[in-house]
């Protein structure tokens, strides 16, 4: 009987130890849990998250190049939210490589793109408006000039954010115009009648005084460009208002081919230069008209005795050509890199809109412009007095076919294929075919 009690309470004080030992157990368990999260919780709390990662396309070399790259440094130093990667691809396969991206839905993040090879991007949906991106990271787009804005918006939405305004200057070489007599105290070029015939006038004189040189170095191998600048000036369109017939066949068209063909017949330019702006550079032209871009060549301090100033308006008006560098966002990019992709831009415009502008386009950013930073840069003044007249190309889908089909209908006038009236009237027709197909 006592042996028997004796186990009976064993048995109770290890059922007591055991029932003890399972609620002490779980107690622990739930206790170590909770440290193990609350550990976690603060870790999570003091190491910032992975940084969103973004690949950025651009076609941007040499000079340009160096300043996107100093632009994409400065961003990616600034913040840990975006890490920016950049390919750059060349130019003449950009644009093959990106409308292949965009049609595969396989591509970047963010773009470059020019303003006139939009238009087939936002028909076909690739690309996405930008204004509801941009009010989401704070980005104002009222800072951006109303004729950049307008020129990227379809049915009210802006599709891009334009970067500058890039065109064409009016360069000329102090020392070759002092020569030809043809230089004011004050550096300026003596331009005299500013008419088709007068500005013949002014280049005869420096022919004729500084014969070893080209009297006006034309951009030949791109004529497209200088054709439009003084067909602009004209008040030349190539397209109708509704951009669905040509608007090329005219005596304003006729009239500037055949002033560039006394140029060439008089030889106050060379027909066969295939590099202009190396003539230009290099002191064997008086005058060229040259891109903005090229302002950090032709501008700085160790360059040529080189001053700038807007085109002459020869043929009546100041308008010209112009273009635009615009940076776009892919429709099927997610929204977490469409927010990470805007910060990038805000930041390219209002902050690396300085630096760009000094590559020599002229900021869309009215920030940048009006800085004391960016008027401090030679001749400046000069380029947003020019960035106020260019003429944008229209809104057609089919303005690359257009303009390569315009530049070897041009080519082919200038070097005696064709007659200029009869050019004209080919060219009238290939446009209208492009159009209608």
Not at 181 to 200: A, I, R, V
Not at 202 to 207: C, E, V
Not at 318 to 341: D, I
Request: glycine fraction near 6%; hydrophobic fraction near 40%.
């Amino acid at each position: 009987m006592k042996k028997k009690l004796t186990s009976m309470l064993m048995a109770s004080v290890a059922l007591t130890l055991v029932v003890s030992g399972c609620s002490s157990t779980k107690e622990s368990a739930a206790s170590n849990a909770a440290s193990t999260a609350a550990a976690t919780e603060k870790a999570a709390a003091g190491k910032p998250a992975s940084p969103v990662e973004i690949t950025f396309w651009n076609m941007f070399g040499g000079g340009e190049g160096d300043f996107v790259d100093q632009i994409i440094k400065g961003y990616n130093e600034s913040q840990k939210e975006v890490t920016v990667k950049q390919l750059r691809l060349e130019s003449n396969e950009y644009y093959a490589k990106l409308s292949t991206a965009l049609s595969s839905s396989k591509g970047p993040d963010v773009a470059v793109a020019h303003v006139d090879r939009i238009s087939p991007f936002v028909k076909a949906k690739q690309i996405v408006p930008v204004d509801q991106l941009a009010s989401k990271v704070g980005f104002d787009l009222k800072q951006i000039s109303d004729s950049n804005i307008k020129s990227v918006s379809y049915d009210g939405k802006p599709y891009a954010i334009p970067l500058d305004t890039h065109f064409h200057m009016f360069y000329y070489n102090k020392d070759l115009l002092k020569k030809a007599e043809l230089l004011n105290d004050d550096g300026t070029p003596k331009l005299g009648d500013l008419s088709p015939e007068g500005f013949k006038k002014t280049l005869a004189q420096i022919h004729a005084k500084v014969p070893d040189v080209q009297a006006l170095a034309v951009n030949t191998p791109y004529f497209q460009e200088p054709f439009l600048n003084l067909y602009y000036e004209a008040g030349g369109d190539l397209l109708n208002a509704e951009a669905n017939k040509a608007a090329i066949n005219n005596d304003k068209a006729l009239n500037v081919l055949k002033f560039y063909m006394d140029l060439y017949n008089n030889k106050y330019t060379d027909l066969n230069d295939k590099t202009p702006w190396d003539s230009f550079h290099n002191g064997k032209a008086a005058f060229w008209f040259g891109g903005v871009w090229e302002a950090g060549l032709l501008l700085g301090e160790k360059s040529p005795n080189i001053g700038a100033m807007p085109l002459p308006a020869i043929f009546g008006s100041q308008t010209h050509w112009g273009s635009s560098h615009l940076l776009v966002v892919p429709s099927y990019v997610a929204p977490e890199k469409q927010e990470a992709a805007a910060k990038f831009m805000k930041y390219f415009s209002e902050v690396g809109g300085k630096t760009w502008g000094q590559a020599g386009h002229v900021p869309a950013n009215s920030a940048v412009t009006t800085s004391d930073e960016y008027k401090k840069l030679p001749y400046r003044n000069y380029f947003i007095e020019a960035q106020k007249t260019v003429k944008f190309a229209p809104k057609t889908d089919k303005y690359t076919t257009i303009i390569t089909t315009v530049s070897e209908s041009l080519q082919n006038i200038i070097f005696s294929k064709q007659t200029p009236e009869d050019g004209l009237k080919t060219l009238e027709k290939q446009i209208n075919d492009i159009l209608s197909n």
